[in-house]
């Protein structure tokens, strides 16, 4: 299956709209957009997941991998998870370190307060 993403930049943050599997086959093409706007000094994303029904242990390493390298000079978070993505994130535990939001308009007003 395919992903796609598209990638909404606003004044204040950049939101990143994923749909589809995150798996083997397409978490190098989330990563790749996720780093590019890093290279663009991009300091607040949001991973908009609205459109995602699974995510596996590959699509997990690239939500680390962005979390380490905004640990300190920004700010990362997700939002919209579904069910199905919402218990993959808690039983990884990452539910403990990531900032994981029910919505959008949740995760926008968050992501400014930080």
Known sequence: ???TITIEKQSENSIVHVSGKIDATTSDELENALVELLEQEENKIILDLEGTNYISSAGLRVLIVIAKQMYDSGHFCLCNASDNVS???KMSGFDVFMNIYDDLSTAKE???EE
């Open 87 to 89: 218990e993959i994130i």
């Open 1 to 3: 299956m395919n992903i």
């Open 110 to 112: 968050k992501i400014a």
